[in-house]
Protein backbone atom coordinates (compact mmCIF):
# COMPACT_ATOMS: atom_id res chain seq x y z
CA UNK A 1 0.00 0.00 0.00
CA UNK A 2 1.91 3.43 -0.92
CA UNK A 3 1.34 6.49 1.08
CA UNK A 4 -0.81 8.18 -1.39
CA UNK A 5 -4.04 5.47 -0.61
CA UNK A 6 -2.77 5.65 2.93
CA UNK A 7 -3.80 9.24 3.11
CA UNK A 8 -6.82 8.96 0.78
CA UNK A 9 -8.52 6.13 3.16
CA UNK A 10 -7.64 7.53 6.35
CA UNK A 11 -9.73 10.87 4.71
CA UNK A 12 -12.77 8.56 4.25
CA UNK A 13 -11.78 7.22 7.87
CA UNK A 14 -12.27 11.14 9.42
CA UNK A 15 -15.29 11.05 7.03
CA UNK A 16 -17.24 8.26 8.43
CA UNK A 17 -16.36 9.20 12.00
CA UNK A 18 -17.65 12.45 11.44
CA UNK A 19 -20.85 10.90 9.77
CA UNK A 20 -21.24 8.72 12.96
CA UNK A 21 -20.37 11.52 15.32
CA UNK A 22 -23.29 13.69 13.76
CA UNK A 23 -25.98 11.05 14.25
CA UNK A 24 -24.98 10.14 17.22
CA UNK A 25 -24.40 13.41 19.14
CA UNK A 26 -27.63 15.37 20.54
CA UNK A 27 -25.60 18.33 21.09
CA UNK A 28 -25.41 21.52 18.20
CA UNK A 29 -21.45 22.00 18.74
CA UNK A 30 -21.03 18.64 18.82
CA UNK A 31 -22.65 18.41 15.83
CA UNK A 32 -20.99 21.29 13.83
CA UNK A 33 -17.43 19.90 15.13
CA UNK A 34 -18.56 16.69 13.16
CA UNK A 35 -19.85 18.05 10.24
CA UNK A 36 -15.86 19.78 10.34
CA UNK A 37 -14.01 16.36 10.65
CA UNK A 38 -16.42 15.14 7.66
CA UNK A 39 -15.27 18.57 5.76
CA UNK A 40 -11.31 17.89 6.41
CA UNK A 41 -11.83 14.00 5.64
CA UNK A 42 -13.46 15.08 2.28
CA UNK A 43 -10.41 17.56 1.73
CA UNK A 44 -8.10 14.82 2.61
CA UNK A 45 -9.15 12.43 0.08
CA UNK A 46 -9.29 15.40 -2.74
CA UNK A 47 -5.29 16.32 -2.02
CA UNK A 48 -4.05 13.05 -1.66
CA UNK A 49 -5.64 11.66 -4.75
CA UNK A 50 -3.75 14.90 -6.43
CA UNK A 51 -0.35 13.36 -5.98
CA UNK A 52 -1.73 10.29 -7.83
CA UNK A 53 1.05 9.63 -10.20
CA UNK A 54 4.47 8.67 -8.34
CA UNK A 55 7.27 10.77 -9.21
CA UNK A 56 5.59 13.61 -11.18
CA UNK A 57 5.11 17.01 -9.41
CA UNK A 58 1.14 17.04 -7.69
CA UNK A 59 -1.83 17.89 -9.59
CA UNK A 60 -2.89 21.56 -8.67
CA UNK A 61 -6.47 21.58 -9.81
CA UNK A 62 -7.42 19.68 -6.49
CA UNK A 63 -5.20 21.85 -4.53
CA UNK A 64 -7.63 25.24 -5.72
CA UNK A 65 -10.53 23.01 -4.73
CA UNK A 66 -9.28 22.18 -1.32
CA UNK A 67 -8.62 25.99 -1.02
CA UNK A 68 -12.03 26.96 -2.19
CA UNK A 69 -13.69 24.01 0.25
CA UNK A 70 -12.10 25.51 3.07
CA UNK A 71 -13.74 29.14 2.76
CA UNK A 72 -17.18 27.75 2.07
CA UNK A 73 -15.93 25.67 5.38
CA UNK A 74 -15.99 28.50 7.28
CA UNK A 75 -18.45 30.35 6.74
CA UNK A 76 -20.88 27.66 7.03
CA UNK A 77 -19.45 26.59 10.11
CA UNK A 78 -19.72 30.55 11.52
CA UNK A 79 -22.90 30.73 10.17
CA UNK A 80 -23.97 27.35 12.03
CA UNK A 81 -22.42 28.83 15.40
CA UNK A 82 -24.22 31.94 15.13
CA UNK A 83 -27.37 30.20 14.90
CA UNK A 84 -26.64 27.61 17.71
CA UNK A 85 -26.07 30.55 20.22
CA UNK A 86 -29.52 32.15 18.88
CA UNK A 87 -30.99 28.87 19.93
CA UNK A 88 -29.50 28.64 22.64
CA UNK A 89 -30.74 32.29 23.59
CA UNK A 90 -34.24 31.36 22.29
CA UNK A 91 -34.79 28.11 24.05
CA UNK A 92 -32.19 28.11 26.84
CA UNK A 93 -31.11 24.38 25.08
CA UNK A 94 -28.46 23.69 22.87
CA UNK A 95 -30.54 20.87 21.17
CA UNK A 96 -32.99 20.13 18.48
CA UNK A 97 -36.56 19.43 19.54
CA UNK A 98 -36.48 16.03 18.79
CA UNK A 99 -33.15 14.79 20.72
CA UNK A 100 -34.78 16.40 24.14
CA UNK A 101 -34.52 14.04 27.19
CA UNK A 102 -38.58 14.73 28.41
CA UNK B 1 -27.07 48.31 -30.84
CA UNK B 2 -28.74 45.38 -32.25
CA UNK B 3 -24.84 43.84 -32.80
CA UNK B 4 -24.31 44.81 -28.80
CA UNK B 5 -27.38 43.13 -27.81
CA UNK B 6 -26.37 39.98 -29.57
CA UNK B 7 -22.87 40.25 -28.32
CA UNK B 8 -23.49 40.71 -24.83
CA UNK B 9 -22.80 37.94 -22.18
CA UNK B 10 -26.03 37.75 -20.92
CA UNK B 11 -25.32 34.38 -19.14
CA UNK B 12 -22.50 36.42 -17.15
CA UNK B 13 -25.07 39.28 -16.72
CA UNK B 14 -28.28 37.29 -15.26
CA UNK B 15 -25.34 36.08 -12.48
CA UNK B 16 -23.29 39.52 -12.00
CA UNK B 17 -26.63 41.92 -11.85
CA UNK B 18 -28.24 40.30 -8.67
CA UNK B 19 -24.69 39.93 -6.47
CA UNK B 20 -24.33 43.64 -7.44
CA UNK B 21 -28.05 44.15 -6.31
CA UNK B 22 -27.68 42.55 -3.17
CA UNK B 23 -24.37 44.30 -2.75
CA UNK B 24 -26.03 47.68 -3.23
CA UNK B 25 -29.18 46.71 -0.66
CA UNK B 26 -26.43 45.91 2.22
CA UNK B 27 -24.59 49.08 1.49
CA UNK B 28 -27.70 51.30 1.45
CA UNK B 29 -30.10 49.61 3.80
CA UNK B 30 -32.21 52.57 4.03
CA UNK B 31 -33.58 51.91 -0.05
CA UNK B 32 -33.25 48.69 0.23
CA UNK B 33 -36.94 48.09 -1.21
CA UNK B 34 -37.01 50.14 -4.17
CA UNK B 35 -33.45 48.64 -5.32
CA UNK B 36 -33.80 45.19 -4.74
CA UNK B 37 -37.15 45.70 -7.10
CA UNK B 38 -35.21 46.94 -9.50
CA UNK B 39 -32.28 44.47 -9.03
CA UNK B 40 -35.04 42.01 -9.56
CA UNK B 41 -36.56 43.95 -13.06
CA UNK B 42 -32.87 44.25 -14.17
CA UNK B 43 -32.37 39.91 -13.48
CA UNK B 44 -35.47 39.46 -15.49
CA UNK B 45 -34.51 41.53 -18.34
CA UNK B 46 -31.50 39.54 -18.31
CA UNK B 47 -32.95 36.40 -18.63
CA UNK B 48 -35.07 38.08 -21.65
CA UNK B 49 -31.61 38.70 -23.59
CA UNK B 50 -30.48 35.54 -23.07
CA UNK B 51 -33.27 33.82 -23.94
CA UNK B 52 -33.28 35.97 -26.99
CA UNK B 53 -29.39 35.06 -27.66
CA UNK B 54 -30.54 31.16 -27.15
CA UNK B 55 -33.36 31.17 -29.06
CA UNK B 56 -31.73 32.79 -32.14
CA UNK B 57 -28.23 31.38 -31.14
CA UNK B 58 -28.57 27.95 -29.56
CA UNK B 59 -26.98 26.98 -27.23
CA UNK B 60 -24.19 29.28 -25.17
CA UNK B 61 -20.70 28.60 -23.34
CA UNK B 62 -18.86 31.56 -21.79
CA UNK B 63 -15.28 30.84 -20.51
CA UNK B 64 -14.86 33.11 -17.64
CA UNK B 65 -12.08 35.10 -17.93
CA UNK B 66 -10.58 33.79 -20.67
CA UNK B 67 -9.72 30.84 -19.01
CA UNK B 68 -11.47 27.57 -20.79
CA UNK B 69 -12.30 24.51 -19.36
CA UNK B 70 -10.24 22.27 -17.83
CA UNK B 71 -8.90 25.00 -15.86
CA UNK B 72 -11.42 27.64 -15.82
CA UNK B 73 -14.73 28.30 -15.17
CA UNK B 74 -17.40 27.34 -17.75
CA UNK B 75 -20.75 28.85 -18.16
CA UNK B 76 -22.98 26.42 -20.27
CA UNK B 77 -26.61 27.88 -21.42
CA UNK B 78 -28.79 25.12 -23.04
CA UNK B 79 -32.75 25.00 -22.98
CA UNK B 80 -32.93 23.29 -20.11
CA UNK B 81 -30.90 25.82 -17.78
CA UNK B 82 -32.63 28.62 -20.00
CA UNK B 83 -36.31 27.16 -18.84
CA UNK B 84 -35.36 27.06 -15.81
CA UNK B 85 -33.81 30.40 -15.55
CA UNK B 86 -36.74 31.90 -16.99
CA UNK B 87 -38.99 30.46 -13.83
CA UNK B 88 -36.39 31.18 -11.75
CA UNK B 89 -37.29 34.97 -13.35
CA UNK B 90 -40.90 34.55 -12.89
CA UNK B 91 -41.20 33.19 -9.22
CA UNK B 92 -38.60 35.43 -8.46
CA UNK B 93 -40.23 38.58 -9.64
CA UNK B 94 -43.39 37.78 -8.16
CA UNK B 95 -41.67 36.99 -4.61
CA UNK B 96 -40.01 40.61 -4.96
CA UNK B 97 -43.02 42.43 -5.78
CA UNK B 98 -44.87 40.14 -2.67
CA UNK B 99 -42.16 41.01 0.11
CA UNK B 100 -41.99 44.34 -0.93
CA UNK B 101 -45.69 44.90 0.90
CA UNK B 102 -44.92 42.11 3.27
CA UNK B 103 -41.80 42.80 5.23
CA UNK B 104 -41.32 45.91 8.05
CA UNK B 105 -38.72 48.18 7.61
CA UNK B 106 -36.48 46.11 10.45
CA UNK B 107 -36.60 42.65 8.48
CA UNK B 108 -36.64 44.09 5.19
CA UNK B 109 -33.48 45.51 4.86
CA UNK B 110 -31.59 41.71 5.88
CA UNK B 111 -34.39 39.92 3.79
CA UNK B 112 -33.36 41.76 0.53
CA UNK B 113 -29.38 41.30 0.16
CA UNK B 114 -29.90 37.40 1.46
CA UNK B 115 -32.78 37.19 -1.32
CA UNK B 116 -30.53 38.32 -4.06
CA UNK B 117 -27.36 36.73 -2.69
CA UNK B 118 -29.45 33.52 -2.79
CA UNK B 119 -31.25 34.23 -6.82
CA UNK B 120 -27.60 34.98 -7.72
CA UNK B 121 -26.53 31.48 -6.43
CA UNK B 122 -29.19 29.73 -8.26
CA UNK B 123 -28.98 31.59 -11.49
CA UNK B 124 -24.93 30.55 -11.27
CA UNK B 125 -26.07 27.30 -10.06
CA UNK B 126 -28.35 26.64 -13.14
CA UNK B 127 -26.40 27.67 -16.05
CA UNK B 128 -22.58 26.00 -13.94
CA UNK B 129 -20.98 23.30 -16.53
CA UNK B 130 -18.82 21.68 -14.04
CA UNK B 131 -19.55 19.34 -11.11
CA UNK B 132 -17.14 21.21 -8.23
CA UNK B 133 -18.78 25.40 -9.05
CA UNK B 134 -22.14 23.34 -8.97
CA UNK B 135 -21.03 22.37 -5.13
CA UNK B 136 -20.03 25.77 -4.46
CA UNK B 137 -23.13 27.04 -5.88
CA UNK B 138 -25.08 25.00 -4.24
CA UNK B 139 -23.65 25.38 -0.75
CA UNK B 140 -23.84 29.28 -1.38
CA UNK B 141 -27.50 28.91 -2.34
CA UNK B 142 -28.12 26.57 1.20
CA UNK B 143 -26.38 29.29 3.12
CA UNK B 144 -28.50 32.12 2.00
CA UNK B 145 -31.74 30.01 2.53
CA UNK B 146 -30.92 29.21 6.14
CA UNK B 147 -30.40 32.38 6.96
CA UNK B 148 -33.80 33.39 5.31
CA UNK B 149 -35.59 30.90 7.35
CA UNK B 150 -34.13 32.11 10.36
CA UNK B 151 -35.16 35.91 9.71
CA UNK B 152 -38.74 34.40 11.31
CA UNK B 153 -37.06 34.65 14.92
CA UNK B 154 -38.97 32.61 17.01
CA UNK B 155 -37.83 29.53 18.27
CA UNK B 156 -39.66 27.18 15.57
CA UNK B 157 -37.94 28.80 13.13
CA UNK B 158 -34.22 29.14 14.59
CA UNK B 159 -34.49 25.29 15.34
CA UNK B 160 -36.12 24.96 11.90
CA UNK B 161 -33.05 26.34 10.12
CA UNK B 162 -30.42 24.96 12.16
CA UNK B 163 -31.83 21.20 11.53
CA UNK B 164 -32.06 22.42 7.86
CA UNK B 165 -28.18 24.22 7.76
CA UNK B 166 -26.77 20.45 8.97
CA UNK B 167 -28.70 18.57 7.05
CA UNK B 168 -27.54 21.04 3.79
CA UNK B 169 -24.19 20.47 5.15
CA UNK B 170 -24.41 16.80 5.04
CA UNK B 171 -25.85 16.18 1.87
CA UNK B 172 -23.06 19.07 0.03
CA UNK B 173 -20.20 17.23 1.20
CA UNK B 174 -21.54 13.64 0.60
CA UNK B 175 -21.63 15.25 -3.06
CA UNK B 176 -18.24 16.91 -2.86
CA UNK B 177 -16.64 13.20 -1.86
CA UNK B 178 -18.61 12.42 -5.18
CA UNK B 179 -16.79 14.98 -6.82
CA UNK B 180 -13.04 14.06 -5.75
CA UNK B 181 -13.99 10.56 -6.67
CA UNK B 182 -15.17 11.45 -9.92
CA UNK B 183 -12.32 14.33 -10.36
CA UNK B 184 -9.85 11.18 -9.63
CA UNK B 185 -11.00 8.88 -11.74
CA UNK B 186 -11.18 10.92 -14.85
CA UNK B 187 -8.78 13.72 -14.54
CA UNK B 188 -11.94 16.88 -15.08
CA UNK B 189 -14.60 18.27 -13.57
CA UNK B 190 -16.09 19.85 -16.57
CA UNK B 191 -19.47 17.84 -17.35
CA UNK B 192 -19.01 17.49 -20.83
CA UNK B 193 -15.48 16.71 -20.44
CA UNK B 194 -16.87 13.45 -18.15
CA UNK B 195 -19.36 12.33 -20.12
CA UNK B 196 -16.97 11.64 -22.86
CA UNK B 197 -14.25 9.97 -20.68
CA UNK B 198 -17.22 7.93 -18.38
CA UNK B 199 -16.26 4.38 -17.78
CA UNK B 200 -17.04 2.06 -15.34
CA UNK B 201 -15.02 1.20 -12.18
CA UNK B 202 -15.87 0.99 -8.75
CA UNK B 203 -14.56 4.40 -7.77
CA UNK B 204 -17.56 5.52 -10.12
CA UNK B 205 -20.02 3.44 -8.58
CA UNK B 206 -19.61 5.12 -4.88
CA UNK B 207 -19.42 8.59 -6.47
CA UNK B 208 -22.84 7.58 -8.37
CA UNK B 209 -24.24 6.61 -4.70
CA UNK B 210 -22.75 9.59 -2.82
CA UNK B 211 -23.59 12.33 -5.19
CA UNK B 212 -27.06 10.82 -5.34
CA UNK B 213 -27.67 10.01 -2.01
CA UNK B 214 -26.51 13.49 -1.19
CA UNK B 215 -28.80 15.60 -3.95
CA UNK B 216 -31.81 13.18 -2.42
CA UNK B 217 -31.39 14.91 0.73
CA UNK B 218 -31.28 17.84 -0.33
CA UNK B 219 -34.37 17.63 -2.68
CA UNK B 220 -36.08 15.75 0.27
CA UNK B 221 -37.36 12.84 -1.53
CA UNK B 222 -39.35 10.39 0.97
CA UNK B 223 -37.36 8.85 3.98
CA UNK B 224 -35.15 11.87 3.42
CA UNK B 225 -38.21 14.87 4.08
CA UNK B 226 -38.04 15.55 7.32
CA UNK B 227 -36.41 18.50 7.57
CA UNK B 228 -38.62 19.75 5.09
CA UNK B 229 -41.76 20.94 6.48
CA UNK B 230 -40.66 22.23 9.43
CA UNK B 231 -38.27 24.37 7.60
CA UNK B 232 -40.67 25.66 5.12
CA UNK B 233 -43.36 26.18 7.38
CA UNK B 234 -41.94 28.42 9.66
CA UNK B 235 -40.00 30.57 7.45
CA UNK B 236 -41.72 33.67 6.58
CA UNK B 237 -43.95 33.11 3.77
CA UNK B 238 -42.21 34.99 0.63
CA UNK B 239 -39.37 32.81 2.51
CA UNK B 240 -41.71 29.68 2.21
CA UNK B 241 -42.73 30.38 -1.09
CA UNK B 242 -39.02 30.53 -2.57
CA UNK B 243 -37.83 27.33 -0.76
CA UNK B 244 -40.92 25.30 -2.00
CA UNK B 245 -40.93 26.50 -5.75
CA UNK B 246 -36.88 27.41 -6.10
CA UNK B 247 -34.80 25.45 -3.65
CA UNK B 248 -35.85 22.43 -3.57
CA UNK B 249 -35.68 22.12 -7.53
CA UNK B 250 -32.17 23.48 -7.95
CA UNK B 251 -30.62 20.28 -6.28
CA UNK B 252 -33.21 18.00 -8.44
CA UNK B 253 -31.79 20.17 -11.56
CA UNK B 254 -27.88 18.95 -10.54
CA UNK B 255 -29.06 15.63 -10.34
CA UNK B 256 -31.00 15.37 -13.35
CA UNK B 257 -27.94 16.89 -15.17
CA UNK B 258 -25.70 14.47 -13.81
CA UNK B 259 -28.12 11.39 -14.35
CA UNK B 260 -28.53 12.80 -18.13
CA UNK B 261 -24.90 13.68 -19.32
CA UNK B 262 -22.34 11.98 -16.37
CA UNK B 263 -23.69 8.73 -15.10
CA UNK B 264 -23.00 5.71 -17.04
CA UNK B 265 -26.09 4.33 -18.75
CA UNK B 266 -27.03 0.88 -17.37
CA UNK B 267 -28.54 2.44 -13.75
CA UNK B 268 -32.32 1.02 -14.56
CA UNK B 269 -32.46 -0.72 -11.38
CA UNK B 270 -31.10 2.60 -9.51
CA UNK B 271 -34.12 4.24 -11.58
CA UNK B 272 -36.41 1.21 -9.95
CA UNK B 273 -35.37 2.52 -7.01
CA UNK B 274 -35.91 6.30 -7.43
CA UNK B 275 -39.10 5.52 -8.70
CA UNK B 276 -40.39 3.84 -6.16
CA UNK B 277 -39.08 6.47 -3.66
CA UNK B 278 -40.63 8.72 -5.50
CA UNK B 279 -44.13 6.47 -5.85
CA UNK B 280 -43.88 6.26 -1.73
CA UNK B 281 -43.08 9.97 -1.68
CA UNK B 282 -46.57 11.17 -3.48
CA UNK B 283 -48.81 8.99 -1.14
CA UNK B 284 -47.03 9.64 2.45
CA UNK B 285 -46.59 13.38 1.44
CA UNK B 286 -50.47 13.72 0.22
CA UNK B 287 -51.72 11.70 3.45
CA UNK B 288 -49.43 13.79 5.71
CA UNK B 289 -50.70 16.90 4.10
CA UNK B 290 -54.30 15.55 4.78
CA UNK B 291 -54.02 15.30 8.27
CA UNK B 292 -52.41 18.82 9.13
CA UNK B 293 -53.92 21.52 11.06
CA UNK B 294 -52.41 24.38 10.17
CA UNK B 295 -52.42 25.45 6.38
CA UNK B 296 -48.20 26.20 5.77
CA UNK B 297 -47.37 22.90 7.30
CA UNK B 298 -50.15 21.48 4.84
CA UNK B 299 -48.55 22.87 1.38
CA UNK B 300 -45.28 21.93 3.00
CA UNK B 301 -46.14 17.98 3.28
CA UNK B 302 -47.62 18.87 -0.52
CA UNK B 303 -44.19 20.09 -1.60
CA UNK B 304 -43.12 16.59 -0.40
CA UNK B 305 -45.64 15.37 -2.38
CA UNK B 306 -45.11 17.18 -5.55
CA UNK B 307 -41.12 16.30 -5.30
CA UNK B 308 -41.73 12.69 -5.61
CA UNK B 309 -43.49 13.48 -9.02
CA UNK B 310 -40.47 14.17 -10.21
CA UNK B 311 -38.85 11.19 -9.89
CA UNK B 312 -41.37 9.04 -11.82
CA UNK B 313 -39.71 10.27 -14.42
CA UNK B 314 -36.64 7.99 -13.54
CA UNK B 315 -37.62 4.68 -14.20
CA UNK B 316 -39.44 5.08 -17.58
CA UNK B 317 -36.26 7.36 -18.67
CA UNK B 318 -37.69 8.14 -22.02
CA UNK B 319 -36.78 12.21 -23.57
CA UNK B 320 -41.31 12.49 -22.87
CA UNK B 321 -41.05 11.09 -19.53
CA UNK B 322 -38.28 13.89 -18.52
CA UNK B 323 -39.80 16.82 -20.26
CA UNK B 324 -43.07 15.81 -18.73
CA UNK B 325 -41.44 15.87 -15.27
CA UNK B 326 -40.10 19.02 -15.55
CA UNK B 327 -43.32 20.81 -16.80
CA UNK B 328 -44.71 19.21 -13.74
CA UNK B 329 -41.51 21.20 -12.00
CA UNK B 330 -42.47 24.62 -13.85
CA UNK B 331 -45.82 24.82 -13.01
CA UNK B 332 -45.72 23.01 -9.14
CA UNK B 333 -43.00 26.12 -9.22
CA UNK B 334 -45.57 28.82 -10.23
CA UNK B 335 -48.82 27.34 -8.38
CA UNK B 336 -46.74 26.47 -4.96
CA UNK B 337 -45.41 29.92 -5.04
CA UNK B 338 -48.92 31.28 -5.07
CA UNK B 339 -50.69 28.88 -2.62
CA UNK B 340 -47.72 29.88 0.00
CA UNK B 341 -48.58 33.64 -0.89
CA UNK B 342 -52.18 32.76 -0.29
CA UNK B 343 -51.69 31.14 3.06
CA UNK B 344 -49.71 34.22 3.55
CA UNK B 345 -52.62 36.89 2.53
CA UNK B 346 -54.87 34.22 4.99
CA UNK B 347 -52.21 34.65 7.79
CA UNK B 348 -52.42 38.44 7.96
CA UNK B 349 -55.88 38.92 7.64
CA UNK B 350 -57.25 36.35 10.43
CA UNK B 351 -53.76 36.13 12.44
CA UNK B 352 -53.69 32.80 12.39
CA UNK B 353 -53.26 29.48 9.67
CA UNK B 354 -55.35 27.11 11.33
CA UNK B 355 -56.97 25.40 8.85
CA UNK B 356 -60.47 24.68 11.01
CA UNK B 357 -60.87 28.36 12.22
CA UNK B 358 -61.19 29.73 8.52
CA UNK B 359 -63.96 32.35 8.71
CA UNK B 360 -65.79 33.36 5.58
CA UNK B 361 -62.09 33.37 3.67
CA UNK B 362 -63.89 33.39 1.07
CA UNK B 363 -66.30 35.76 0.67
CA UNK B 364 -63.74 38.31 2.74
CA UNK B 365 -60.79 37.83 0.82
CA UNK B 366 -62.08 36.57 -2.89
CA UNK B 367 -58.99 37.17 -5.16
CA UNK B 368 -56.51 35.57 -2.26
CA UNK B 369 -59.08 32.33 -2.24
CA UNK B 370 -59.56 32.30 -6.21
CA UNK B 371 -55.60 32.38 -6.42
CA UNK B 372 -55.56 29.66 -3.70
CA UNK B 373 -57.86 27.45 -5.96
CA UNK B 374 -56.40 28.18 -9.30
CA UNK B 375 -52.85 26.81 -7.65
CA UNK B 376 -54.82 23.90 -6.34
CA UNK B 377 -56.38 22.89 -9.79
CA UNK B 378 -52.72 23.12 -11.18
CA UNK B 379 -51.11 20.85 -8.70
CA UNK B 380 -53.87 18.51 -8.61
CA UNK B 381 -53.48 18.15 -12.42
CA UNK B 382 -56.70 18.99 -13.75
CA UNK B 383 -56.90 20.42 -17.02
CA UNK B 384 -56.04 23.10 -18.62
CA UNK B 385 -53.35 23.54 -16.40
CA UNK B 386 -49.81 23.20 -16.68
CA UNK B 387 -49.93 20.54 -13.58
CA UNK B 388 -52.13 18.38 -16.39
CA UNK B 389 -49.76 18.52 -19.52
CA UNK B 390 -46.54 17.48 -17.04
CA UNK B 391 -48.81 14.55 -15.79
CA UNK B 392 -50.12 13.52 -18.84
CA UNK B 393 -46.56 13.13 -20.70
CA UNK B 394 -46.10 11.07 -17.69
CA UNK B 395 -48.76 8.88 -17.51
CA UNK B 396 -48.37 8.20 -21.95
CA UNK B 397 -44.85 7.65 -21.26
CA UNK B 398 -45.65 4.55 -18.51
CA UNK B 399 -47.59 3.34 -20.98
CA UNK B 400 -45.44 3.65 -23.65
CA UNK B 401 -42.77 1.87 -21.27
CA UNK B 402 -45.26 -0.86 -20.03
CA UNK B 403 -44.68 0.34 -16.83
CA UNK B 404 -48.79 0.95 -16.02
CA UNK B 405 -48.38 1.14 -12.54
CA UNK B 406 -46.52 4.42 -12.19
CA UNK B 407 -49.93 5.56 -13.81
CA UNK B 408 -51.94 4.32 -10.99
CA UNK B 409 -49.84 6.45 -8.38
CA UNK B 410 -50.38 9.67 -10.65
CA UNK B 411 -54.02 9.27 -10.29
CA UNK B 412 -54.14 8.66 -6.51
CA UNK B 413 -51.83 10.94 -5.71
CA UNK B 414 -53.98 13.58 -7.81
CA UNK B 415 -56.64 12.72 -6.00
CA UNK B 416 -55.02 13.10 -2.76
CA UNK B 417 -54.67 16.16 -3.48
CA UNK B 418 -57.78 17.31 -4.72
CA UNK B 419 -59.32 16.13 -0.94
CA UNK B 420 -56.64 18.34 0.77
CA UNK B 421 -56.85 21.26 -1.52
CA UNK B 422 -60.95 20.84 -1.15
CA UNK B 423 -60.41 20.43 2.21
CA UNK B 424 -58.96 23.73 2.68
CA UNK B 425 -61.64 25.45 0.06
CA UNK B 426 -64.21 23.53 2.14
CA UNK B 427 -63.78 25.42 5.49
CA UNK B 428 -62.81 29.09 3.89
CA UNK B 429 -66.60 29.05 2.72
CA UNK B 430 -68.12 28.45 5.79
CA UNK B 431 -68.37 30.65 9.08
CA UNK B 432 -66.05 29.70 11.88
CA UNK B 433 -67.06 29.26 15.53
CA UNK B 434 -64.57 31.57 16.68
CA UNK B 435 -64.52 34.78 14.83
CA UNK B 436 -61.27 36.70 14.75
CA UNK B 437 -60.94 40.56 13.84
CA UNK B 438 -59.85 41.20 10.50
CA UNK B 439 -56.52 42.77 9.36
CA UNK B 440 -56.05 44.57 5.79
CA UNK B 441 -53.93 42.68 3.19
CA UNK B 442 -52.25 45.05 0.69
CA UNK B 443 -53.74 45.15 -2.65
CA UNK B 444 -50.77 43.74 -4.39
CA UNK B 445 -50.42 40.72 -2.18
CA UNK B 446 -53.35 39.34 -3.23
CA UNK B 447 -53.00 40.50 -7.40
CA UNK B 448 -49.40 38.76 -7.29
CA UNK B 449 -50.74 35.51 -5.63
CA UNK B 450 -53.36 35.53 -8.22
CA UNK B 451 -51.08 36.29 -11.25
CA UNK B 452 -48.53 33.34 -10.24
CA UNK B 453 -51.85 30.94 -10.03
CA UNK B 454 -53.24 32.02 -13.30
CA UNK B 455 -49.60 31.67 -15.22
CA UNK B 456 -49.60 28.13 -13.50
CA UNK B 457 -52.84 27.21 -15.23
CA UNK B 458 -51.72 29.01 -18.35
CA UNK B 459 -48.88 27.51 -18.67
CA UNK B 460 -50.93 24.33 -20.09
CA UNK B 461 -52.41 26.38 -22.88
CA UNK B 462 -49.06 27.46 -24.23
CA UNK B 463 -47.18 24.13 -23.69
CA UNK B 464 -45.69 23.39 -27.11
CA UNK B 465 -43.43 26.68 -27.15
CA UNK B 466 -41.42 25.99 -23.75
CA UNK B 467 -41.20 22.03 -24.60
CA UNK B 468 -39.70 22.85 -27.84
CA UNK B 469 -37.58 25.29 -26.07
CA UNK B 470 -36.14 22.36 -24.06
CA UNK B 471 -34.65 20.61 -27.55
CA UNK B 472 -32.11 23.68 -27.79
CA UNK B 473 -28.54 21.75 -27.00
CA UNK B 474 -30.25 18.90 -26.70
CA UNK B 475 -30.17 18.04 -23.40
CA UNK B 476 -32.37 14.76 -23.42
CA UNK B 477 -29.94 12.79 -25.83
CA UNK B 478 -26.93 11.87 -23.71
CA UNK B 479 -26.07 9.59 -20.98
CA UNK B 480 -28.78 7.24 -19.56
CA UNK B 481 -31.71 9.32 -21.92
CA UNK B 482 -33.23 7.21 -24.87
Given at each position: ???????????VGLFTLGLYALIVHAHLLRKI?????????????????????????????????????????????????????????????????????? | ??????????????????????????????????????????????????????????????????????????????????????????????????????????????????????????????????IFNLYVTLELLGLSAVALVAL???????????????????????????????????????????????????????????????????????????????????????????????????????????????????????????????????????????????????????????????????????????????????????????????????????????????????????????????????????????????????????????????????????????????????????????????????????????????????????????????????????????
Amino acid sequence: MNSILLYALAGVGLFTLGLYALIVHAHLLRKILAINVMGSGVFLVLVSLGGRTPGASPDPVPHAMVITGIVVAVSATALALALMLRVQAKTGQTLLPEERLE
Amino acid sequence: MEVAVENMPWGVMVILLPLAGALVCFLWPRRSVPLGLLGALGVVACVTGLCWQVVEQGAQRYTVGGWGAPLGIDLYADGLSLLMLMMTAVVGLGISIYSSGYFEHKTAVVFWPLWLFLWTALNALLLSADIFNLYVTLELLGLSAVALVALAGGADALTAAMRYLLVGLLGSLCYLLGVALLYHSFGSVDIAILAERMELSPAVWAAVGLMSAGLLLKTALFPLHFWLPPAHASAPVPVSALLSALVVMASFYILLRLWLEVFPPGAAAAGQLLGLLGATAVLWGGIQALRQTRLKLLIAYSTVAQMGYLFLAFPLGTSFAWKGALYLLLSHAMAKAAMFMAAGNILRFGGHDRIADLDRVAQRLPLTLAAFSLAGISIMGLPPSGGFIGKWMLLDAAFYRGQWWWALILIMGGLLTAAYVFKVVGYAFTQAEVTHEASRVPAGMEWTALVLALAAVLLGLFAPWPLALLDIGFPFSGGCAE
